[in-house]
């Protein structure tokens, strides 16, 4: 990961505090968030929906490519904690509209059913190009640009009369914002992005990183907008015969495969930041995706199947494991429906269902179970249910702790929510002791910047404790119970606070390193709870 750092042009290291950094962030989206409120733009609702509080860094990592020469590392970024991710995923299907043209590919599905239903009279050449670090090398503010640009870009309402006044003073909207407000909003959730990797604070200068909401959202936005003019522009010499992507992924025929290098170096020239690289077809065989496309070289018609890299172990959730048996059965039920939809024929879905029967068996799962969620898809698909909803219900999600008799509880609560026909509830089990959690990875959050905690302070001088709940940054509260002012460093006697008041009374210095985290929330009902607890 420290090889990756090393790009000046993308990174820098900061020797800033780390609470002082995000508090700032938060404060500069807050008050923006605050002025659109105030103007109407926002309803008080959504305002408190995508307000950062109790923000932290986002976290780097690296995620090993195991199926590449030298393992090299993705860089990922953990972003779920940083000040603009809220407003990023508000701001994701506003921007929908701009990532789609007519060269991108929705899924594996609908690009299976595209290729099978392409032909040709002769043999073509398969290849497919992949762009070389896209996220990174996305230049935030021309994509910025782009994506306004698309957004703002419609006529005048045909029902205003077009004259002089009308023109001046008629500014178009994209859902209340107007285009320096929207532009504002882009600029907020993707620029001064900071992240910590290995107890180093970064800034990214440029690109949008990898575990942001609106990483795949810019980097679609801005190749849908090139895409067009790139392939209008291209010489009819070398032009492929079909284009389609998925991201950074693009599938593309020829005609021959020196026409796929002399486009692969006319799509290298076009921008400074995007580099292509190919991999070309072996025996009619090209990967893309999860898919494996064949032509076939007597009917020259394309054949798809499941497509599993090199390293596939056959690895699945063992059926022993300690989990809700509704999982595995929609596991078995979510391959085999996978495996169909993909395979071009039914003599390949068979092949490849028995490959899967196989796995499935060596991962501990009854012949029984298979043959049984099998034989419920194949009846589901030639006799579908009929859909005898006609209004929307409510949607109702519990969390409830994985343990013995969670299967039981669950079933109690689906009996008892029939009586409210328009709520459709939804259980979903966790478990916070996992595997996984006894082997972290990743840099954890200092004391000071956690936040939604229930904390615990003991006087050094006496006995005497107190137990509280914030849902904004340890740090900052400590700072209010001693009378200062995180921002400004300024003393100001607090309005409530029992620590202050028993250091007057009894002249007992507060200590920040006598806090202590008891537990923590995702919300204020939460603590509230725990605290009483």
Known sequence: MDDILQDSSKFKLLNDDWLTRVIRREGRITTYLRSLKNLGVLDAKTYHQIRPRGSRLGVLYGLAKVHKDGVPLRPILSATNDPAYKLAKFLVPIIQPCTISEFSVKDSFSFVNEICNTHFNSPVHLCSFD???LFTNIPLDETIEIIVSNLFNEPLPPTRPLNSFTALNYEQTVQGFTRNQFKTLLKLSVKDC???CNDKLYIQIDGVGMGSPLGPVLANAFLAHYEPTWLSDCPIDFKPLLYRRYVDDTFLLFRSI?????????LNSKHPNIEFTAEHGVNNNLPFLDVLIHQNPNS?????SIYRKP??????TNYDSFMPCNYKFGLVYTLISRLFYISSSYLTFHSSLVDLCTTLRSNGYPKSLVDSVTNLFLSRLNNPPANSQSVPKRPVMICLPFFFHGILIKNRLLCLFRCFPHIELKIVFQNSCR???LFPYKDCAPLLMRSGVLYKYNCGSCPASYIGRTIRHLGKRIEEHTGKTYRTG?????KDSAIFDHSISCDHPILPDNFKI???GKDILELNIKETL
């Open 258 to 266: 020196s026409h796929s290098d002399q486009f692969l170096s006319y």
């Open 131 to 133: 762009v070389k670090s």
């Open 194 to 196: 900071c992240f910590v």
């Open 490 to 494: 300024r003393f100001s006697v607090p």
């Open 435 to 437: 595997f996984s959690s």
């Open 311 to 316: 390293t596939y172990t056959g690895l699945y």
């Open 518 to 520: 008891l537990a923590t």
């Open 300 to 304: 020259f018609n394309f054949e798809t």
